[in-house]
T-cell receptor, first 114, second 113 residues
Framework: GAVVSQHPSRVICKSGTSVKIECRSL??????MFWYRQFPKQSLMLMAT?????????EQGVEKDKFLINHASLTLSTLTVTSAHPEDSSFYIC??????????FGPGTRLLVL | GDSVTQMEGPVTLSEEAFLTINCTYT??????LFWYVQYPGEGLQLLLK?????DKGSNKGFEATYRKETTSFHLEKGSVQVSDSAVYFC????????????FGKGTRLHILP
């Protein structure tokens, strides 16, 4: 149980375009979903926390208008990277939780902006 | 602020060697402690956790004991395998009202056959 999926797993796009990444909890309802960014050989950086039906809470330094998060249901959250640039290339990981104890992570989405 | 410090890698061991990856934390309050593992090309998986002092988390031969007196949660395994090669993240959470988890920087482990 407690499976989280992400789609797509890998995406290549041109600079200036927008990319949407989906995060789904497949067999449970997630009260909270998180979006992380992972740079090569570094830890996960929390970008934002989203609760179903409410606005996401962004971490300091993360541009809200750049990284749009929508949490439409208890099983789906989306991250849209708007007007992507090469510096946005990274590994984006979502997680979902039902309580304060455990987060279940998706497999990640590798974004490459040319 | 709350933080997690873990030993820098990479750590390279031979198969069947004993493994220790050190992790210490700083937190206001009483966090839950976690070890996550990230295999090559994959997302993070929860390896084990402990929710209160002196608890021992264990899974797949790995163990870690929540030591409040030393604010530590060191990961150990008696005999590593090549398949254990991965990046290991120590983390804390369960503080405050939110579900945030604070991660250490990760330790890359290479196991040689």
């Amino acid at each position: 149980g407690a499976v989280v999926s992400q789609h797509p797993s890998r995406v290549i796009c041109k600079s200036g375009t927008s990319v949407k990444i989906e995060c789904r909890s497949l067999d449970f309802q997630a009260t909270t979903m998180f979006w992380y960014r992972q740079f090569p050989k570094q830890s996960l950086m929390l970008m934002a926390t989203s609760n179903e039906g409410s606005k996401a809470t962004y971490e300091q330094g993360v541009e809200k208008d750049k990284f749009l998060i929508n949490h439409a249901s208890l099983t789906l959250s989306t991250l849209t990277v708007t007007s992507a640039h090469p510096e946005d290339s990274s590994f984006y990981i979502c997680s979902a939780s039902t309580d304060k104890e455990t987060q279940y992570f998706g497999p990640g989405t590798r974004l490459l902006v040319l | 602020g709350d933080s997690v410090t873990q030993m820098e890698g990479p750590v390279t061991l031979s198969e069947e060697a004993f493994l220790t990856i050190n992790c210490t934390y700083t937190a206001t309050g009483y966090p839950s402690l976690f070890w996550y593992v990230q295999y090559p090309g994959e997302g993070l998986q929860l390896l084990l956790k402990a929710t209160k002092a002196d608890d021992k988390g264990s899974n797949k031969g790995f163990e870690a004991t929540y030591r409040k007196e030393t604010t530590s949660f060191h990961l150990e395994k008696g005999s590593v395998q090549v398949s254990d090669s991965a990046v290991y993240f120590c983390a804390l959470g369960g503080l405050n009202r939110d579900d945030k988890i604070i991660f250490g920087k990760g330790t890359r482990l290479h196991i040689l056959p």
